[in-house]
């Protein structure tokens, strides 16, 4: 079945360092994938998004791009913020209406 | 974006009570929801899928007795956690799909249920 593999936490970083957190998946279709944030006591919200191969998502300073060849799809931001402190979800969505798939999260902690 | 919405996003219960949990898609219908359970610092673990106008679909595992799903409208699944019990303290979030076919879920924001 899919699967998402990402890099375990926890990463700690100072302010407006390079965030670098992997995520590779296996999947028999052509997957969406996705990176959702969860800050502290919250649900989750979609980060950024990309839908085929080649695709670079980007939001908020982050960016990830869809590689179909390394099957990765890891999310980097150059200059991270306390705010930024979450914990971070690589996602996967095979088609319409089925459950995602979820990695472990990382969780970032972010230090002035 | 699609909102969706829980409520109540907090709830405290007595051992032996049942807890209602309600997913709500604000600005659009969803056949089908989904249902996870997250347990502190750990991922998200799917419980169940809701479908509209028939049996929820549960996960191995998962007891349907005891997580009583009712996906009462195309803009509404509830979740039912019967005779809860301490072991039942869990962050309960829900996720729909917007329209057949469009991969991206939208998240409710989650209810935090504590069993004393």
């Known amino acids: 079945g899919d699967s998402v593999t990402q890099m375990e936490g926890p990463v700690t970083l100072s302010e407006e360092a390079f965030l670098t957190i992997n995520c590779t998946y296996t999947a028999t279709g052509y997957p969406s994938l996705f990176w959702y944030v969860q800050y502290p006591g919250e649900g989750l919200q979609l980060l950024l998004k990309a839908t085929k191969a080649d695709d670079k998502g980007s939001n908020k300073g982050f960016e990830a791009t869809y590689r179909k060849e390394t099957t990765s799809f890891h999310l980097e931001k150059g200059s991270v913020q306390v705010s930024d402190s979450a914990v971070y979800f690589c996602?996967?969505?095979?088609?319409?209406?089925?459950?995602?798939?979820f990695g472990k999260g990382t969780r970032l902690s972010v230090i002035a | 974006g699609a909102v969706v919405s829980q409520h109540p996003s907090r709830v405290i219960c007595k051992s032996g009570t049942s807890v209602k949990i309600e997913c709500r898609s604000l600005?659009?219908?969803?056949?089908?929801m989904f249902w996870y359970r997250q347990f502190p610092k750990q991922s998200l673990m799917l419980m169940a899928t809701?479908?509209?106008?028939?049996?929820?679909?549960?996960e191995q595992g998962v007891e349907k007795d005891k997580f009583l799903i009712n996906h009462a409208s195309l803009t509404l699944s509830t979740l039912t956690v019967t005779s809860a019990h301490p072991e039942d303290s869990s962050f309960y979030i829900c996720s729909a799909p917007k329209g057949r076919g469009y991969n991206e879920q939208f998240f409710g924001p989650g209810t935090r249920l504590t069993v004393l």
């Open positions: 600005d659009f219908q969803a056949t089908t």
């Open positions: 996602v996967l969505a095979d088609s319409g209406n089925t459950p995602l798939v």
């Open positions: 809701s479908n509209e106008g028939s049996k929820a679909t549960y």
